[in-house]
């Protein structure tokens, strides 16, 4: 019966069954005259916009109706999660557009961290990644750090286009973009939102000073990230919700370090050293040999090493290794979703293992 109401504010088709999905509206909304979704109904009244997710095919039509488009585009990225948070496509549908890298989540980092230099790491990171930011921005959404400023500068920048906000799921996009509404509209309620022609996808118009809009599309999801190999629980314990203590360990060769039963860092040559762990405060790392890992871990999965817990072990991936030489000075490797560790001196072979479907990679070192 849900099929023959039409939301009002987008002109999605409205559901009843599930909350998560687009379109949904509680029973008791269509008994009223004008009938809206509850992300419309939301954003009207609260000027809150709520999470929908998208899939791999929806992604594709966003990102080509943002190459036809003549705007500024707007990436969010999660700064505790840089790589596994990066939207790999998009540089190839910018077209002419203008992109603005937003790095969220910068209350993670230690206070120590020079925001200059973090900006710097990350237009070359970018480059190294096929895309050239016009700017860079760090900020907190959820702390509300360096928002009015870059709200400010995105204004300037958008030069009277409309703005396109990407990023994939998890990074503050929802967060972020509350913020910029409370910003940019003040208590005025002239909200509309906006069914994306031709799909069923659910983009959300917010509308700026001189008709143009602020356009927040979906959040993408990334299947590199660790959070789709656990569950809600164990999410909650690898994510840290405050600054990271760095945790350091002085490792000889043959060492291994396991985090959680989720990933493992083997140090296989190199000479005594110190290895600089970044990862969720709550997290539990456990240090043991090389020649006893192996059956460590297979005896030990789910209860001395956890998460994943006892009840996860059927589905969870097995570990993948890889091996990585570290030739410069000051070089991460990276567990994608979990964190990092950073080696100060070349000349060390490690092996990283991670669930397989999570990434694994070596960086120049983010701090
Ligand atoms: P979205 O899926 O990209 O729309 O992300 P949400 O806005 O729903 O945020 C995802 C998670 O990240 C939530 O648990 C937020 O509380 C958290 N989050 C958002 N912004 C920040 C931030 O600036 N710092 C920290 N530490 N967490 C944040």
Redesign the pocket.
């Known amino acids: 019966m849900s099929d023959q109401y039409i939301c009002m504010g987008c002109g999605i088709k409205v559901q009843t069954e599930n909350p998560n999905e687009i379109g949904y509206a509680p029973s008791s909304a269509l008994e009223k005259e004008t009938i809206i979704c509850q992300r419309c109904f939301r954003l009207k009244h609260y000027n809150e916009v709520q999470?929908v997710n998208l899939t791999d095919d929806d992604f594709l039509k966003i990102l080509n109706e943002i190459g036809k488009s003549d705007a500024l585009i707007v990436m969010?990225v999660d700064i505790f999660d840089f790589n596994g948070s990066w939207l790999p496509g998009l540089h190839r549908f910018v077209g002419n557009n203008k992109v603005v890298l937003v790095g969220?989540?910068?209350?993670?980092l230690p206070k120590s961290v020079k925001h200059a230099k973090l900006v710097q790491w990350m237009k070359h990171e970018s480059k190294e990644l096929g895309l050239r930011p016009e700017e860079v921005f760090l900020?907190?959404?959820?702390?509300g750090l360096n928002i009015g400023d870059t709200a400010a500068a995105i204004d300037v920048l958008r030069n009277g286009k409309d703005v396109y906000v990407v990023?994939c799921?998890?990074?503050?996009?929802?967060?972020?973009i509350n913020r910029i509404i409370k910003e940019v509209t003040g208590e005025e309620d002239v909200i509309t939102t906006s069914h994306f022609p031709g799909t069923t996808l659910d983009i959300i118009q917010i509308p700026l000073d001189d008709e143009k809009f602020l356009i927040d599309s979906p959040?993408i999801i990334n299947h590199h990230q660790m959070a789709h190999f656990i569950n809600k629980k164990d999410l909650k314990i690898i994510?840290?919700?405050k600054e990271i203590k760095p945790k350091v360990f002085q490792l000889n060769e043959g060492q291994t370090l396991f985090f959680g039963g989720l990933a493992r860092f083997d140090y296989i040559s190199g000479g005594r050293r110190s290895f600089v762990c970044y990862v969720s405060n709550e997290l539990n790392i456990h240090r043991t040999k090389i020649e006893n890992a192996d059956d460590l871990y297979e005896k030990h999965l789910g209860e001395l090493l956890t998460p994943p817990g006892p009840d996860d072990l059927e589905f969870f991936p097995e570990l993948v290794r890889q091996e990585f030489t570290v030739k410069e000075s000051k070089t991460d490797i990276v567990f994608s979703g979990l964190g990092w560790i950073t080696i100060n001196e070349p000349g060390a072979k490690v092996a990283a293992y991670v669930p397989k479907g999570v990434q694994t990679l070596m960086r120049r070192s983010l701090i």
Do not use: M
């Open positions: 999470d969010i969220n989540k910068v209350d993670l900020v907190s959404a959820a702390k990023g799921t998890n990074v503050g996009k929802s967060t972020f959040g994510t840290p919700k």
